[in-house]
């Protein structure tokens, strides 16, 4: 079966939307009147249907989660906020900013002013959304002692002002043009003037609060005057927090839930036998990285670093750590499914001569001690000794020095000079490199520090022109690939998994859970 | 008799002082603190040292155990450092899950084990002995997460029989005998993991007192032999008994977080290891607490059963 048939088969079964069909045919270059003809074969109702009740299984909560906004750190908090609260700009599937509560924006004087009109809607508790409210909530996340996992990305702004009723403005210290996306970041979500009750929190979302049990389980009901038509069908969604992965693969085959992420990919087969589920992948930006510092001993040395990167055998690292189901680094941060991706730069693959030559260039010492435990991502242990394994047929002898996960954020990370972490991936290119390829960067963990990168970085960021900008954010790539600490065997795929009759679940780049959206986002149609 | 319960009971206010101390300053060991364990990978200098400053994490650790003591004795256990609310409402409804499942498992497995244990040692050496021991052995030796797993894969998935819910997923609001329906494989694996303990123990001592001359007297009797286990025997064999069943019991209580997990079952256990691994000390002290408090009852009550099951004990000369 070539994959329109594949298409054909999956819309006649029901396992798309209508949308889902129209979007991937379109990819495939089928003509709109030969896909319309098959979806009306398939008998598909072009309306979202209303109402019935959404059961969703989600990993990554605990009894200590808060739905304060300046606490997120995992799925089951936030997913369950998103539901309740909206963002300013939200991204859609194909990683573009698109409109939420601001409607609209414009930017002038290189990057650096922003102008946002706001979204008409009310809140929950019958209050009108105005502009006062957006500032105080961006402001949570900002200035002196913030805790926020959000503020980071909101240092570059100077202010923020309500220039009237319905308009913000922000100024930023310095031009940039993906501004947009960090203040699309998970943790920046709008609620009333002065709101601080975060146990019941209201918003202007498509759901209202019903009930949250951190770790256990959370409730929301349909908001009937929500201002977005296209969100919010289902009467209530119910969340459970299922951390044991088997799990929530079990609760999706016997029908306790309708919806699950992180479906365990070394027993994906069980869903797969189900003909009332279906699967919904996407690459993604997540990867795993072996972090080497590029401003201490041993990997100061250039030739060091590139021995390493022909020294690990990226394919098996794949299979070892995703099954598969990811796809190949390239010590680049950015992921192929990003627009900016460098395809051009040259795959690094397992090569002991070539380790072996670099090896011999290395001037300094080569006694090197990978700090790995499993804090870092899933099976990372495992995966540095497969690493220190092909590396030694590659002639490089190194240590795995086994930390303990307890405090490994603390203690290890960013002191190590060589060690495990990960990266859940960033909407925007810019944003990865600022978060931890910038020289000042607070999460550097490469030590990247080239003056010509932070420039052309900048500089890319200032730039609102496309054919312009492209070639800088390749570039970026470029050096990151050829000089960086980074070494990046895979990226992820998010796979999830529905029961059939739940539809309008497009796969999406950025996050699992249609970017933590899908109970809004989904409506159950039983036939 | 009084007078001994009162002794139990200052030792064991004694022992929650030290039990409190030692949780406090063991998990104080621990790297890391409850700012870092929160933000993971998103910690920076600044807002690890903003929730420090907000939850008073910046003062001396004796300082802050004097503190949280000082609230203790009246009875005000503190707030939980992520959710700023008091900790005893958080964990209130938990200590019901968790006293429920036992108890429920607690109701099925005592007289179950107390029976095929008497029957096993009125028939040993028996087809039956042997099976219930051989059984009693297998459940005993297999992992609790891994005698859940095959409970819900015969008992909870399309491929098999759909019976029971895989999740037992319960609020304050669900009706007593849905309960009963719903939690029904997370209490049969806590069933077969503490059965085969009171099982083996109830004949084993039944077995040693049937060695007694004076049950060779009572069978010289002619007394039929269910009455010369059940009435002559057994009385005698109590109180080792009664220990293991206390001990299993406080398991039922302690020590039932991987079946917590599987079964997605909101008990304590479950709430204690996300407090330990996100340093929520007032969190972590108050179950702890309530962990050693129940293990110092159930051993009190046990001290107190076996001597009463004991004439010599009861009348000590």
Partial sequence: MNRWEELQQAALNGRLSRRQFLTHAAALGVTTSLATGVLAKAGYAEEAKKGGVLNIGIAGGSTTDSLDPTTYTDSMAFNTAFTMLNQLIETDPNNKQIPSLFKSWEASEGATKWVFKVQEATFHNGKSLDSDDIVYSINLHRGEGSKSGGAEGLKAIKEVKATDKMEVTITLNEGDADFLYPLSDYHILVVPKDFKDWSKPIGTGAYTFGSWDPGVSANVKRYADHWNPNRGHVDEVNFTCINDTAQRMNAIVAGQVDIIHRVDTATIDLIKAVPTLALVMAHGGYHAIYAARCDMDPFKDPELRKAVKYGIDREQLLKALFNGYGAIGNDSPIPPSDPYFNKDLEQTKYDPDKAKFHLKKATGSTKIVLSASDAAFNGAVDAALLFQANAKAAGLDFEVKKEPADGFWDNVWLKAPFCESYWGGRPAATQMFTTAYKSTATWNETGFKVEKFDKLLAEAKKTVEEEKRAPMIKELQKMVHEDGGAIIPAFKDWVDATATKVKGYLPHSMFDLCNGRAAEKVWIDEA | ?317
């Fill in chain 2, 1 to 317: 008799m009084l007078k001994l319960i009162g002794q139990r009971l200052v030792l064991g206010l004694i022992t929650l002082f030290f039990a409190s101390a030692l949780i406090f300053f063991t998990t104080a060991l621990l790297p890391g603190d409850f700012a870092t364990a929160m933000l993971g990978q998103q910690a920076t200098a600044e807002n690890t040292a903003a929730i420090r400053a907000e939850l008073g994490l910046d003062r001396p650790l004796v300082v802050r155990y004097a503190d949280w003591l000082s609230g203790a004795v009246k009875g005000d256990f503190g707030n939980s450092l992520a959710s700023k609310r008091p900790v005893m409402d958080e964990i209130k409804p938990r200590i019901a899950n968790t006293f429920f499942l036992a108890i429920y498992a607690a109701i099925v497995a005592v007289p179950l084990s107390l029976f095929l244990g008497i029957m096993a040692a009125i028939r040993q050496g028996s087809v039956f002995d042997r099976g219930v021991n051989v059984g009693a052995l297998l459940t005993i030796s297999v992992p609790e997460f891994f005698l859940g797993y095959l409970l819900v894969l015969y008992l909870a998935t399309p491929a098999h029989w759909r019976i029971f819910p895989g999740l037992a997923v319960v609020n304050a609001s669900t009706p007593f005998f849905t309960k009963l329906y719903v939690t029904f494989l997370p209490m049969m694996t806590l069933v077969l993991v503490i059965v085969a303990h009171m099982m083996r123990m109830t004949r084993a001592s039944v077995l040693q007192v049937m060695a007694s001359p004076y049950i060779e007297m009572a069978y010289l009797k002619g007394l039929p032999k269910w009455r010369v286990v059940v009435q002559h025997a057994l009385p005698n064999a109590l109180a080792p008994i009664v220990n293991v069943v206390a001990l299993n019991l406080a398991y039922l209580i302690v020590g039932v977080v991987v079946v917590e997990k599987v079964f997605v079952y909101p008990g304590m256990g479950q709430m204690l290891v996300d407090a330990v691994s996100k340093r929520n000390i007032p969190t972590v002290l108050a179950c702890g607490l309530i962990f050693a408090v129940v293990f110092i009852t159930l051993n009190i009550i046990a001290d107190l059963l076996s001597i009463m099951s004991n004439p010599r004990l009861r009348h000590p000369r």
